[in-house]
């Protein structure tokens, strides 16, 4: 363990065996803080603790936690206790999508989103963030997207998850404005990941996609500033500007067009 170790509190990153998790461990781990890194594929688990030892001397603990099971916060807060070590940043970013006709989906899906997306975080949340309060430091990221800015049909539930954690996570950020802590809603848009594999939907998006490199360094920066909601680059910006103006039910059927499943026309 190094020096920096010693000075920097735990930080919590879910999700963190690929995609944007991955590159959320290895930015903290730059930034030297020991890191909980948790997810259910243990060998990608260890290939991300394996890469981040090659370069960083800090402390890297893997779990495997499915966090889409009832009594899974709990079951985090426990491992985070066991290390011993305050926690200084808590990295909600575990999720999935889900694309189709809703009334098609399988039940034990959407109850796994909902669970993971919503449950768990909110747990969490409600689980680790008095310490943060009482110590007067500390920061909670909720990864969201820019789907929940928007109703988008057939990814209906996943876009109501993203929305209801932006709504949250803002709440909450001014609820703890003067406690020392700050809660991030960090909304990245179409990321270059294994998600759309997941969701079985890779968008046409005229606005183009992200790398999750992108996504963390905006989201990092952001938590620098204290900054309670992030978007990435232009593209970013824009959705979060323009789509509040223009009118609701065009623009869901718009939406609703485009993402249609093609099979249906
Ligand atoms: N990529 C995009 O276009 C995009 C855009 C906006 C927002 N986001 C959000 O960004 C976050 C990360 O997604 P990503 O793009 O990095 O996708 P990804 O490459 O598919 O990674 C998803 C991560 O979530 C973990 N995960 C999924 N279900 C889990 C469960 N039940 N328990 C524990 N861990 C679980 C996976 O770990 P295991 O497989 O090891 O369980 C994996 O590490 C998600 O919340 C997603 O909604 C993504």
């Given at each position: ?18 995609g ?11 930034r030297g ?24 001397h ?39 999508g889900m ?14 989103m ?6 768990t ?38 876009a ?8 949250f ?19 990245p848009?179409?990321?270059?990941t ?5 969701a079985g ?22 938590l ?42």
């Open positions: 363990m190094s020096s920096q170790d010693q000075h920097k509190g735990l930080a919590i990153v879910t999700g963190a065996s690929r944007i998790g991955a590159e959320y461990a290895q930015r903290l781990a730059s803080y020991p890191l909980l890194l948790v997810g259910r594929d243990k060998t990608r688990l260890q290939q991300v603790s394996e890469h981040i030892s090659r370069d960083h800090v402390k890297v603990i893997i779990e495997c936690l499915d966090l889409s099971i009832v009594g899974a916060a709990h079951q985090l807060f426990a491992l985070a206790q066991k290390s011993k070590t305050p926690v200084d940043i808590l990295i909600n970013n575990a999720g999935f694309y189709g006709t809703f009334s098609d989906m399988p039940m034990t899906r959407i109850r796994e909902l669970q993971l997306h919503i449950t975080v909110v747990e969490s949340t409600r689980l680790f963030l008095p310490t943060m309060i009482e110590r007067r430091s500390g920061a909670i990221i909720n990864v969201a997207s820019v789907a929940g800015f928007l109703p988008i049909p057939y990814m209906a539930e996943y109501a998850t993203k929305a209801f954690l932006i709504s996570s803002e709440a909450l950020a001014e609820e703890v404005r003067e406690s020392g802590v700050t809660i991030q809603t960090c909304c848009g179409s990321t270059e294994n998600f759309h594999n997941t939907y890779r968008p046409t998006n005229p606005l183009g996609s992200q790398t999750a490199q992108e996504v963390v360094q905006a989201s990092l920066t952001g620098d500033k204290h900054r309670s909601r992030i978007t990435v680059g232009w593209q970013g910006w824009l959705s979060d500007r323009f789509l509040r103006f223009l009118p609701r039910t065009l623009l869901i059927q718009m939406v609703g067009k485009q993402v249609k499943p093609r099979t249906r026309d």
